[in-house]
RNA sequence: GGUCGAUUAGCUCAGCGGUAGAGCACUGCAUUGACAUUGCAGGGGUCACAAGUUCAAUCCUUGUAUCGACCA
């Protein structure tokens, strides 16, 4: 790892990526570090705008616009002062410049005149930027380019001066640099804060304060330590991001790695494009140390009067040695390690003398690297690179990098940029998913200081490690995130009961597990349905999750297992086992067992702990581990559409002689007949096979063939056949009468609304021909099933009288 | 200011150019054979608003509003 991070430094070094430069960077005063922009929390919150009087330099006065009390132009005054509005006065002391915008008429003719700073008497140009906004403040602004972001860039245009007026730990400077800037003694050494109070207090003394105005301000925080974050000048390591983010960039926009969802692609791009450079140093005790060893600047063995240092990057003190000794300009002299003291190399300064030296001490950099500097080399430093080896050749580059969106900057871009650039050109990925964030009951971001952190361990002490995971799968839309409920993670623990009773149910009932099966020896309907079933959801299951849709995958599977396993399958399969065709029962014993085996297959990435229990228990002598269990493959002869045919009818039976009864408030415990009206063969035999199942299922006494409607049976339609519930006795009939009448409401309704559909001359001739046959289709069933309700309610009205 | 996302049942959220879905909550009924951590049934929605495209829009386009996140 050491290995990787010092190759990377220096080879980027030596390709001009990584430079040392002077700039402003994002400083913590109170770890006393600086600190990347992704480090920086913007927050608003309350400040205030100090207006302040800045009087002209030489004498100069202009005419000011000023306004009446209704806000209307009331003529000018001439005023010798300038105002610039600023939230950090105390950083006046810094300005080198005041800044007005080229098309503001009223500061025109105060372009290229001076101001004479107050307290340090400093004379500063008025210059002409884009920068300011007319629209705020004074529409003038004081330009303090060594301690503000915009400020340095104006001063870089405008060609101020950088005067720094702070030190580490933001105190006003003392000594030569407060000499230089013209500091009073009273000012040297105050705290940033208390530095401001004073020079407001100087300001008042002096009638210089123009107004004071409250409002919100965005103040930049450091993400760590909580302080206000100071903008100030040093010298840092930084690496060439742009240069590096042009062929992350191009991976992405080639499809060579691809986010999921695709959305984020754009965040990716917009950071990317608009990168800055990286800066990698930081002033702290722990990380990577910066592999640069510093020594006297030295001319052919002699010194030079110069501040600078001469540089050495290498991997190691020896190849840094080696550097040193080779170097022309220390020619003759012995190079030696310095351990200590050391300066911070940011602020020391190095002898200058006229003389031949016998040795030099080189000092290594204080500074470590950047924590996301070496995290960035994850995806192949954890292979052994830079050693070849068969690991980096096997797992690089990775097919999925699976993190969280506030990421992406980060980890993301900078495995992105390194991995391309040591590794070939090659991305260290295909897929980058970025899963959703939890947050909160309420949808908010839980974090310690707000205490709405839900603590994952005690939802799964109480409702198991499998319910809570596949809530979270259940919830994880792509571009979504999801919000924490322990009521929703009580429900999964509720379907993990119910899969355990299921199997105990299995168990009770001799099911056969761990057994394969021959699909095409398969004979009951039920048991083939049940098959289709299984092999169509767990094809659900596999897509889904080939997808990244997560929560799909759980749902086919929550489906498939307690709609269709248990509720109908287990239910259906009852009397068969405790029936007495031998055969039969076995081939369902088979069935039920081997549909379950593969159930806990495609649950197991869902909920892993249940399912390897149960495959562990449930089959003797099973050899190893489900998690280690492939996947089948099924082929069409798992699938039959005639037993899918049968079982849809059964259930659809079943559901309509239970939704009669239910809306008929006929009693659970009664036991009706039922006579069934203009049933085909295919019906005829279907009953002849399902016939016990559906009356123990829909709770009827008997189920019989017959010729015509008895009298005060309960009419319902099921396909070509009608189905004459004989409930007279144990209802109201007026509640019949109102239930076939909101049947036939509704249906008219339906037909109604095709019809119009289908008398549309567009409709008819523009829309693809099997989106009207369809049409046609649902309006044939409409009206048979009209007309047999129709019959059903005239029997209905002559039996009420 | 820029970018992205959201707006669908009381709540949390799926979904889809052609019949609006789930879970929870709610209502009614059911309890001696897997399961009350249950079963069966039911009520409940102008799919934010407006315009456009289309034979057809909850879905596509544009705009508006509100909310949220990220960036500046």
């Known amino acids: 790892m050491v290995e990787a991070v010092r190759k990377v430094f220096v080879d980027l070094y030596n390709e001009g990526l990584i430079y040392r430069d002077k700039r402003l960077v994002n400083w913590d005063p109170h770890f006393q570090t600086a600190i990347s922009d992704l480090e920086v929390e913007p927050r608003e919150?309350?400040?205030?705008?100090?207006?302040?009087?800045?009087?002209?330099?030489?004498?100069?006065?202009?005419?000011?616009?000023?306004?009446?009390?209704?806000?209307?132009?009331?003529?000018?005054?001439?005023?010798?002062?300038?105002?610039?509005?600023?939230?950090?006065?105390?950083?006046?002391?810094?300005?080198?410049?005041?800044?007005?915008?080229?098309?503001?008429?009223?500061?025109?003719?105060?372009?290229?005149?001076?101001?004479?700073?107050?307290?340090?008497?400093?004379?500063?140009?008025?210059?002409?930027?884009?920068?300011?906004?007319?629209?705020?403040?004074?529409?003038?602004?004081?330009?303090?380019?060594?301690?503000?972001?915009?400020?340095?860039?104006?001063?870089?245009?405008?060609?101020?001066?950088?005067?720094?007026?702070?030190?580490?730990?933001?105190?006003?400077?003392?000594?030569?640099?407060?000499?230089?800037?013209?500091?009073?003694?009273?000012?040297?050494?105050?705290?940033?804060?208390?530095?401001?109070?004073?020079?407001?207090?100087?300001?008042?003394?002096?009638?210089?304060?123009?107004?004071?105005?409250?409002?919100?301000?965005?103040?930049?925080?450091?993400?760590?330590?909580?302080?206000?974050?100071?903008?100030?000048?040093?010298?840092?390591?930084?690496?060439?991001?742009?240069?590096?983010?042009?062929?992350?960039?191009?991976?992405?926009?080639?499809?060579?790695?691809?986010?999921?969802?695709?959305?984020?692609?754009?965040?990716?791009?917009?950071?990317?494009?608009?990168?800055?450079?990286?800066?990698?140093?930081?002033?702290?005790?722990?990380?990577?140390?910066?592999?640069?060893?510093?020594?006297?600047?030295?001319?052919?063995?002699?010194?030079?009067?110069?501040?600078?240092?001469?540089?050495?990057?290498?991997?190691?003190?020896?190849?840094?040695?080696?550097?040193?000794?080779?170097?022309?300009?220390?020619?003759?002299?012995?190079?030696?390690?310095?351990?200590?003291?050391?300066?911070?190399?940011?602020?020391?300064?190095?002898?200058?003398?006229?003389?031949?030296?016998?040795?030099?001490?080189?000092?290594?950099?204080?500074?470590?690297?950047?924590?996301?500097?070496?995290?960035?080399?994850?995806?192949?430093?954890?292979?052994?690179?830079?050693?070849?080896?068969?690991?980096?050749?096997?797992?690089?580059?990775?097919?999925?990098?699976?993190?969280?969106?506030?990421?992406?900057?980060?980890?993301?871009?900078?495995?992105?940029?390194?991995?391309?650039?040591?590794?070939?050109?090659?991305?260290?990925?295909?897929?980058?998913?970025?899963?959703?964030?939890?947050?909160?009951?309420?949808?908010?971001?839980?974090?310690?200081?707000?205490?709405?952190?839900?603590?994952?361990?005690?939802?799964?002490?109480?409702?198991?490690?499998?319910?809570?995971?596949?809530?979270?799968?259940?919830?994880?839309?792509?571009?979504?995130?999801?919000?924490?409920?322990?009521?929703?993670?009580e429900g999964y623990r509720n379907f993990a009961t119910k899969i355990w009773n299921a199997a105990k149910f299995c168990q009770m009932n001799e099911v056969q597990f761990g057994q394969g099966i021959d699909p095409s020896t398969i004979k009951h309907p039920t048991n083939k349905w049940v098959i289709g079933e299984l092999v169509r959801a767990q094809a659900a299951v596999a897509d889904a999750i080939a997808a990244y849709r997560f929560n799909d995958a759980a749902d086919a599977n929550y489906r498939f297992i307690w709609n269709v396993y248990c509720d109908w399958y287990v239910e259906l399969i009852k009397p068969l086992l405790g029936g007495d065709d031998e055969a039969l029962k076995a081939e369902t014993r088979l069935v039920a067992g081997w549909v379950f085996d593969e159930m806990l297959k495609a649950l197991h990435p869902f909920m892993p702990y249940l399912t390897e229990e149960l495959w562990g228990k449930l089959a003797e002598a099973r050899d190893g581990f489900l998690m280690l269990e492939r996947w089948s493959d099924f082929g069409p002869e798992y699938q039959d559409a005639e037993a899918d045919a049968e079982l849809d009818w059964m259930l659809d039976f079943i559901s309509e002689v239970r939704g009669v009864r239910g809306t008929l408030n006929v009693p659970a415990g009664a036991k009706p007949s039922l006579a069934i009206i203009g049933a085909n063969e295919n019906t005829k035999a279907r009953l002849a096979r399902h016939g016990d199942v559906i009356k123990r299922r829909a709770r009827l006494e008997e189920i019989t063939l017959s010729d015509a409607m008895p009298d005060g049976a309960v009419s319902l339609v099921l396909g070509e056949a009608t189905l004459g519930l004989q409930v007279a006795d144990l209802i109201d009939l007026a509640e019949e009468k109102s239930r076939l009448g909101k049947e036939i409401e509704k249906l008219e309704k339906d037909i109604a609304g095709i019809e119009k559909k289908l008398a549309n001359e567009k409709f008819v001739s523009r829309a693809p021909p099997e989106i009207i046959e369809e049409q046609h289709t649902r309006k044939a069933d409409a009206e048979a099933a009209i007309d047999k309700l129709r019959g059903a309610a005239t029997q209905l009205a002559s039996l009420l009288g």
């Open 45 to 489: 919150v309350k400040g205030q705008y100090w207006h302040l009087r800045y009087p002209l330099a030489d004498g100069v006065t202009y005419e000011h616009p000023v306004f009446d009390e209704e806000g209307e132009p009331a003529g000018t005054e001439r005023r010798d002062y300038i105002v610039v509005a600023t939230s950090r006065p105390e950083t006046m002391l810094g300005d080198t410049g005041v800044a007005v915008h080229p098309d503001d008429e009223r500061y025109k003719s105060l372009v290229g005149k001076f101001v004479t700073l107050p307290i340090v008497g400093r004379r500063i140009p008025i210059v002409a930027d884009e920068y300011p906004d007319m629209e705020k403040g004074s529409g003038a602004v004081k330009i303090t380019p060594a301690h503000d972001f915009n400020d340095f860039e104006v001063g870089k245009r405008a060609g101020l001066e950088v005067m720094n007026i702070l030190t580490s730990v933001a105190a006003i400077v003392d000594g030569d640099e407060a000499d230089t800037a013209g500091i009073p003694q009273r000012y040297r050494g105050l705290d940033r804060f208390e530095a401001r109070e004073a020079v407001l207090a100087d300001f008042e003394d002096a009638e210089l304060m123009h107004e004071i105005e409250k409002l919100k301000i965005e103040q930049p925080f450091g993400d760590r330590s909580g302080v206000v974050i100071e903008p100030w000048l040093t010298d840092q390591w930084y690496v060439n991001a742009k240069e590096l983010a042009k062929d992350a960039i191009k991976a992405v926009r080639e499809g060579e790695t691809r986010f999921v969802p695709t959305n984020w692609e754009k965040t990716y791009y917009n950071w990317m494009e608009d990168i800055q450079p990286w800066c990698i140093s930081r002033q702290l005790w722990w990380g990577h140390r910066i592999p640069v060893w510093y020594g006297p600047m030295l001319d052919r063995g002699r010194y030079v009067s110069t501040a600078e240092r001469k540089v050495f990057v290498a991997k190691t003190w020896d190849d840094a040695k080696a550097l040193a000794e080779n170097d022309p300009d220390y020619e003759g002299v012995r190079v030696n390690l310095d351990e200590s003291p050391l300066q911070m190399p940011h602020t020391g300064t190095m002898h200058t003398v006229e003389e031949r030296p016998r040795d030099v001490y080189l000092v290594q950099d204080e500074d470590v690297l950047d924590t996301w500097f070496s995290s960035g080399l994850w995806p192949f430093s954890t292979m052994g690179w830079p050693n070849k080896t068969p690991e980096l050749d096997a797992f690089y580059p990775g097919a999925v990098l699976v993190t969280a969106f506030d990421i992406i900057f980060f980890w993301v871009a900078r495995m992105m940029m390194q991995g391309i650039k040591f590794m070939d050109g090659k991305a260290p990925f295909k897929d980058v998913y970025i899963h959703a964030l939890v947050l909160d009951e309420k949808g908010q971001k839980m974090s310690k200081s707000k205490g709405n952190v839900v603590d994952p361990l005690e939802l799964v002490d109480e409702y198991g490690a499998d319910a809570l995971r596949f809530f979270l799968a259940r919830q994880a839309t792509q571009g979504r995130n999801i919000r924490m409920s322990t009521q929703g993670v």
